[in-house]
């Protein structure tokens, strides 16, 4: 705005998009001096940079619970999952934006002055907790992603240990049904290995006589040889028996054997899976904080406490400006011109706090316009029914046996 002592500098598009932000009034501003134009193209840029930052938060939190759950060193982007999580975190930035914007517009200027008094300051309690949670919501998923190389690390060792104990605690329960199996079939195989061994030394005895390596014996063929040459085919005999009794149990052992250590691979492939569950976005906080240590976290958290709360306690230092002066000069011309009248501190309710009166002058005329109405409706009608009388009793006066009857 042009004037003979002072022109008012002229906006970009960028400045008038973060007094936008900063939920200003951009007719006033474009007429005040540089000094409020920049105080505010400021204060919009915070609240738009906490919005970003939000959207990179939750955007990233979002990868974090939804991305599949594997080994911690695995870096390989998942893009379905980016991709929900980039539209989440343009939703979750617009949300907390038009929060934070809420917030910076709905926080007064105080007194006017740069002191924040203790009345300003409890007035602002609420606005400042909904900040403290906003801020603290975009700490936790900055810090893991700050601190994910050590993360993974100390995660993918987690992982290691945690799938060792359940392969432990796996095998244990599986060891009394392997062990089980593990009897049965050394019962059959010590009877196979007796018998076998009973056929060696038939067969060595027989071949001892034969070559008269028998003590007490004559050597060649003779009775003592057929009688062992016949104990050795009794025994293979015995031997293919028992193989043939045994044959479908040692199968049916065999089997169960085969499928019970598919099933063990089976539950230790679960136990990867559920090792690699670690990866989760609670673990990743939970080890961010023992990685970076307390004060390392404190201060990250504090930093983005500071950036969030920023708008509203230096709205509450801010000293009244022309900015200001022109606000509350369009403010009173519009109630003006709506026909409304404040008096201020006009009278106290019951608990003796000063209250305003406020009166509706245009609605206060339209109300009596409409209370002269209807009284004026209400006395013609009386005099329509009078007139109405008037006129049936001159009928009647006229012509009385039109109205009698005869009983």
């Not at 924040?116 to 975009?138: D, K």
């Not at 961010?288 to 920023?310: D, N, Q, R, S």
Request: aromatic letters at 10%; proline letters at 2%.
């Amino acid at each position: 705005m042009n004037r003979d002592y002072y022109e008012s500098p002229k906006p970009g598009k960028i400045m008038q998009m973060l007094w936008k932000a900063a939920g200003s009034d951009a007719y006033i501003l474009k007429r005040s001096t540089y000094n409020d134009q920049v105080k505010y193209a400021c204060l919009g840029g915070i609240v738009a940079a906490t919005g970003f930052m939000a959207a990179l938060a939750g955007g990233y939190a979002v990868y974090t619970i939804f991305e599949p759950k594997g080994s911690a060193l695995d870096n390989a982007v998942h893009f379905p999952t980016a991709l929900m999580s980039l539209v989440f975190g343009i939703i979750w930035g617009l949300i907390i934006f038009n929060i934070d914007r809420f917030i910076v517009a709905a926080t007064g200027k105080g007194d006017g002055t740069e002191a924040i008094t203790w009345q300003e300051f409890t007035g602002s309690i609420p606005r400042i907790i909904m900040g403290l949670v906003i801020a603290i919501t975009i700490s936790k998923p900055m810090e893991i992603r700050m601190f994910k190389s050590e993360i993974d690390a100390e995660l993918h060792q987690a992982q290691l240990e945690k799938r060792k104990q359940y392969e432990e605690a796996t095998k244990v329960n599986y060891d009394d049904r392997f062990a089980i199996i593990e009897k049965d079939l050394n019962k059959i195989e010590e009877k196979r290995v007796d018998l076998i061994e009973r056929i060696k030394k038939a067969e060595k005895d027989y071949s001892d006589q034969l070559n008269g390596k028998l003590p007490g014996t004559v050597p060649g063929k003779g009775r003592l040889s057929e009688a062992l040459e016949k104990q050795v085919d009794k025994l293979e005999l015995e031997l293919d028996d028992f193989d043939a009794v045994n044959k479908a149990e040692m199968n049916r052992l065999l089997s169960e054997k085969l499928k019970l250590q598919n099933e063990l691979a089976i539950e230790l492939d679960k136990n990867e899976q559920v090792a690699g569950g670690l990866d989760g976005l609670l673990e990743r906080i939970h080890l961010a904080h023992e990685v970076a240590g307390f004060w390392i976290t404190f201060f990250i958290t504090l930093l983005f406490v500071v950036i969030e709360l920023t708008p509203i306690f230096f709205k509450m230092m801010l000293i009244k400006s022309p900015y200001d002066y022109m606000s509350d000069n369009v403010s009173e011309l519009l109630k003006a011109d709506e026909g409304i009248q404040i008096k201020y501190d006009y009278y106290k309710d019951k608990q003796g706090q000063e209250r305003n009166l406020i009166i509706n002058h245009k609605a206060n005329k339209k109300v009596e316009e409409k209370m002269m109405l209807i009284k004026a409706q209400t006395e013609l009608s009386d005099y329509i029914i009078e007139k109405w009388k008037e006129k049936e009793k001159e009928k009647i006066n006229n012509n009385l046996d039109d109205y009698i009857s005869e009983a």
